[in-house]
């Protein structure tokens, strides 16, 4: 546990730190009026709702609701918990905040059970045993030489924990066994193996070096092993299994590094390996990641659009690159984000290509200057073809007007027609009949089917200038913000929440809590002890909720009549399912019953 820091302390962190230099660091922001604004780092957006007010100390985005102080942005930014933010700051103004040495990533957004922690000891004591031996023993010689030869220098070897596993069958597994795990421990979280006969175990990792693969908050929870010298049928690289704490669906490599980098540039390169990432970084392009041997998923691009709505695909110039970064293409553009592909010569990946022309080539002509979606989706619908033959020419024209029924300019698309015609030698007025037919019949499916997205968190989905709220959505944050100011109305709720969604309820538990070590109300000082991300952006959305202080008995009395009104409400729909079921199994007694139940609180209803 990180140890306390007085309150003293804390409050001279804050009274020092202004939030606009504080958010400048992150962000470009402009002054209009008295407050400041810029394109929120916390969603994607096109036309700045953020904002900063510098008499407050408080910022506040319309699109998403995120709010809070220099202490929560720090929070949100960085991934840090509450410590760690208030140090972090606390370097920046001259203030030292000491704090426990707990590592720099301590915050968990979702808990952890007490096997998955020991996964994550083992995973840490492991990665410290390969760094030394590949550091500091002639044994590693061999993988730093080899990773010296692909110009890794110390610095970058340990920022990434990379190291070499010996030969032996059994090092591994009998240092952690040393360190008190067990063999059940080390296999469940990928480290060993059982032998086929039953006769022991064996390490899983040997004769390699070893990439630790980190989840979003910097945690070790898994390793890649790529062997130096390929014999036999080992193969080039070998990474965990999946475990309880690692799921490759889940797991963007290197994101927990680049996510500071994306939200400042707001651009994301995605590379086709974690190999493809650390020679980037090599070569000065910080802001990318990496899947772990699978295709992009819908839980990677939820990660994805936390930080920014602007994408770079860049994956090998082979065929199974070009094929591979389509489909990625499509799958993000699907999701409303704008993607780029920065296309590799034939053949080569992102090492090869920096290795025979040079990092600045790979910045300035591969990064810097990528293909728009449809460009890109245009030259793959070109490859292959022979526009000789009848058949390929109708394939490319079909395939490429496909992709300008999309939101482009009318200036693109009359470039892009102009294209298709040349290279096919059809008349631009052939063609634009047929995009007329396309756009037609794509509007014609837009309207008949609902449009889909992937099932994503509500902090992921794209901000829209306002918000509706229900009833009881207006009635739960009136409340809140009065419980927010006043201590009182907590107290005069008999240690009962008096809301129905559970993410009120927490946040009511939390501030009973707070009220018991602070004399007077701060929501401020109680956002910043709230360490959940999407609770503290409803207290702050509370915060600010408009509320009559001249009223407050009024207010108070009619939002805990639309909750009890609510719950009524919610009683009956339950009570009538249920007449329903016992209705369908000729049950009539209950059905009846079940009835009377519903009469009954319709009347209840009816008296509030």
């Not at 984000?337 to 920065?342: G, I, P, R, S």
């Not at 089917?449 to 229900?470: G, I």
């Amino acid at each position: 546990m990180a140890q306390r820091i007085p309150e003293e302390l804390i409050e001279q962190v804050r009274s020092q730190s202004d939030i606009v230099d504080v958010i400048s660091g992150y962000m470009q922001l402009t002054k209009r009026g008295r407050n400041y604004f810029g394109l929120c780092p916390f969603h994607g957006e096109q036309t700045p709702s953020f904002s900063v007010n510098s008499d407050k100390q408080i910022f506040h985005c319309f699109g998403c609701g995120a709010g809070g102080n220099a202490i929560t942005f720090m929070m949100d930014i960085e991934n840090l918990s509450f410590q760690e933010a208030v140090s972090k700051l606390g370097d920046q103004v001259g203030v030292q905040v000491e704090v426990s040495n707990t590592g720099q990533h301590e915050r968990q957004t979702t808990p952890v059970s007490p096997e998955e922690e020991r996964m994550k000891e083992a995973h840490i004591l492991a990665a410290e045993y390969f760094q030394n031996l590949l550091l500091n023993t002639e044994q590693g010689e061999e993988g730093l030489n080899y990773l010296e030869g692909r110009g890794f220098t110390r610095d970058m070897i340990e920022t990434y924990g990379i190291g070499w596993s010996l030969p032996n069958w059994d090092a591994l597994t009998t240092l952690l066994q040393h360190k008190g795990f067990t063999l059940d421990e080390m296999e469940q979280c990928g480290l060993i193996i059982k032998r086929e006969d039953g006769s022991g175990y064996f390490d899983r990792f040997r004769s390699r070096v070893m990439f630790p693969i980190r989840d979003d908050v910097g945690k070790i929870i898994a390793f890649s092993g790529r062997v130096i010298n390929q014999e036999g049928e080992n193969a080039k690289y070998m990474n965990s299994p999946e475990s309880p704490i690692f799921h490759k669906s889940q797991v963007l490599y290197n994101l927990d590094q680049a996510r500071p980098i994306v939200r400042k540039e707001r651009k994301l390169i995605i590379f086709e390996g974690f190999m493809d990432v650390l020679a980037a970084k090599n070569a000065g392009v910080h802001n990318g990641v990496a899947t772990m041997g699978t295709s992009l998923t819908p839980q990677h691009i939820q990660k994805i659009r936390r930080i920014t709505n602007q994408i770079i695909v860049c994956y090998d110039g082979d065929n199974a690159g070009w094929e591979a970064a389509k489909r990625a293409a499509d799958m993000l553009t699907a999701e409303n984000l704008t993607v780029e592909v920065a296309v590799l010569p034939a053949g080569l990946d992102p090492d090869d290509y920096i290795r025979s022309n040079g990092a600045e080539n790979f910045r300035e002509k591969i990064i810097a200057e990528p293909m728009s979606f449809v460009s890109y989706m245009m030259m793959y619908a070109k490859r292959n073809k022979n526009f000789q033959y009848p058949n390929d020419v109708q394939q490319y024209a079909d395939e490429a007007l496909s992709y300008l029924t999309t939101g482009i300019s009318p200036i693109e698309k009359e470039l892009y027609l102009k294209q298709i015609s040349e290279d096919t030698q059809v008349s631009l007025e052939t063609l634009q009949g047929q995009l007329r037919l396309k756009e037609t019949q794509s509007s014609d499916r837009a309207n008949a089917t609902p449009q889909k997205h992937f099932n994503e968190p509500k902090q992921l989905q794209q901000a829209t200038p306002k918000k509706s709220y229900t009833a009881i959505d207006r009635a739960e944050r009136l409340l809140l913000s009065h419980m927010l100011h006043s201590y009182d109305v907590v107290e005069s709720m008999n240690l009962e929440a008096p809301f129905v969604r559970e993410d009120y309820i927490a946040i009511f538990v939390h501030l009973m809590g707070f009220y018991e070590t602070h004399d007077k109300p701060d929501y401020q000082r109680f956002a910043e002890v709230v360490e959940d991300r999407e609770l503290r952006k409803i207290v702050m959305e509370a915060a600010m909720a408009d509320r009559d202080p001249d009223h407050t008995d009024e207010e108070i009395a009619d939002c805990l009549k639309q909750v009890k009104k609510y719950k009524i409400q919610q009683q009956i729909a339950d009570k009538k399912h249920a007449v329903q079921q016992a209705e369908q199994l000729r049950d009539l007694q209950s059905a009846i019953a079940l009835s009377q139940e519903v009469i009954d609180l319709k009347k209840s209803l009816a008296l509030l």
